[in-house]
């Protein structure tokens, strides 16, 4: 049986609803897609719940228009800086000399079980390595023999408040939250190969209003967080510096912005429209790249930073990949390559088989990625009080992704 499947990602600047239809064998063929722009979010959470609805809702009727199917439940994604991920690890004696299913629930239970405040809710639960008895390193646990199972966990959390804001907002536009995802986990879904997963990559999703960070090693997830900065504070740059209202200062910004002066030309000159009224004048282009390199500058020095901390910064063999709409900055990935020191590619949700040529950019990643965690996720998977086995599948489905 066929199954249909939406994704919403509800960001910063717009909102992009997919809708695919799944085979049974797992196979997704895109049926159509809406778009709206959004006011109703600050920096990645819902402020405004009134707009936020009517941006969905006019996503949601566009998708539904074009694939000419009606959407009643959605996989949405979820940012902000409320976000945490967090490492934990648990043990478990092995029942009957073999680890079964239930040895890993129980382990994975133990490791879930570190505190975690009532006001937060647990997003994500990805395994990143088992060890039974001495031996480390194990991936699929089931079957082998042992008295003892350790278990490395990865858990994702959010501000229950956020959250419920967000699934009010989807209720309310008519489409059921059936699960919600981390936005940059999504994204690493449409936009990251299997073997950058595996020697160790950061994604870093620059959207209007956040920077998402996730890091992968070793085919897992090591680290995730969210800082509350994106295009949105260079577009306020470039009004403030400019002296042009926001509108003029965000369209300059998108058509001739640059993230570094090296990229360039020294008689380059654009027309900027003054406030008031006030005549449009000419000025340097390079006057716009130095009003927005110190910006962005600052956003990935504070990606290096967190990458420092967090200690995943030396395990990045890959280098690291940029998605959001801020990443088509030009010059951006010249400005990463200077501040990270690694090398860097544009990732594009390039994983979701015949995305229409206008939603190959890098601001779709997150969408596309929605889509393929549903088709992932195992019968049972979801957001709320899944059932134990589905539960269970959905842990190992999660880890079955990060490997395959
Ligand atoms: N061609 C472009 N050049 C430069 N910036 C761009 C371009 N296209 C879009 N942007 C900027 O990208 C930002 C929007 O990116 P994106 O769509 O990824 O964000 P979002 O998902 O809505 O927000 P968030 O993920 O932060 O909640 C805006 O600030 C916009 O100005
Ligand atoms: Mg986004």
Redesign the pocket.
């Given at each position: 049986m066929k199954k249909i499947l939406a994704g919403l990602?509800?960001?910063?600047?717009?909102?992009?609803a997919l809708v695919a239809e799944c085979s049974t064998e797992g196979d997704l063929a895109l049926l159509g897609y809406g778009l709206a722009p959004?006011a109703g979010?600050r920096?990645?959470v819902v402020v405004n719940i009134e707009a936020t609805v009517e941006a969905i809702r006019a996503a949601l009727r566009e998708a539904e228009k074009t694939a000419a199917v009606r959407i009643g439940a959605v996989i949405v994604?979820i940012?902000?800086a409320h976000i945490r991920g967090l490492n934990s690890h648990g043990i478990v004696a092995v029942r009957g000399g073999e680890v079964g299913a239930r040895d890993v629930e129980r382990v994975i239970d133990a490791a879930r079980a570190v505190a975690i405040p009532l006001d937060r809710e647990v997003l994500h639960v990805l395994p990143q390595q088992f060890a039974v008895d001495d031996q480390e390193g194990v991936r699929d646990p089931i079957g082998m023999a042992g008295v003892r199972l350790e278990a490395r966990i990865h858990i994702v959390t959010a501000a229950q408040s956020y959250s419920q804001n967000l699934a009010k907002c989807c209720e309310r536009a008519g489409a059921s939250p059936t699960e919600m995802v981390f936005?940059p986990l999504a994204a690493a879904n449409a936009a990251l190969f299997a073997e950058e997963r595996e020697l160790g990559v950061a994604l870093v999703?620059?959207?209007?209003?956040?920077?998402?960070v996730i890091v992968f090693h070793g085919g897992t997830v090591m680290h995730a967080v969210v800082l509350p900065v994106?295009?949105?504070h260079?577009?306020a740059d470039v009004a403030t510096g400019l002296r042009t209202p926001l509108a003029e200062a965000?369209q300059l910004?998108?058509?001739y912005?640059a993230s570094t002066v090296r990229v360039v030309g020294q008689d380059e000159s654009v027309r900027v429209a003054g406030v008031g009224g006030r005549e449009p004048r000419p000025i340097a282009r390079r006057l716009l790249a130095e009003i927005i390199g110190p910006r962005m500058e600052e956003i990935l020095t504070l990606v290096r930073r967190e990458l420092e901390r967090s200690g995943a910064f030396q395990n990045l063999v890959s280098g690291v990949v940029l998605?959001?709409?801020?990443?088509?900055?030009?010059g951006?990935q010249e400005l990463a390559e200077q501040v990270f020191n690694l090398p860097i590619r544009r990732g594009l949700p390039a994983n979701l088989a015949g995305m229409p040529e206008d939603l190959m950019?890098?601001?779709?990643?997150?969408a596309a990625g929605l889509v393929l965690h549903g088709a992932h996720a195992a019968p049972g998977a979801g957001f709320g009080k899944p059932g134990r086995l589905g539960r269970l599948r959905t842990l190992m489905g999660e880890w079955v992704r990060e490997f395959f």
């Open positions: 990602d509800v960001g910063t600047s717009k909102v992009c959004c979010l920096k990645g994604g940012a902000g936005e999703d620059i959207g209007g209003g956040t920077t998402g994106g295009g949105s260079v577009s965000e910004k998108i058509a912005g998605v959001g709409g801020t990443s088509l900055l030009e951006t950019k890098p601001m779709y990643a997150t």
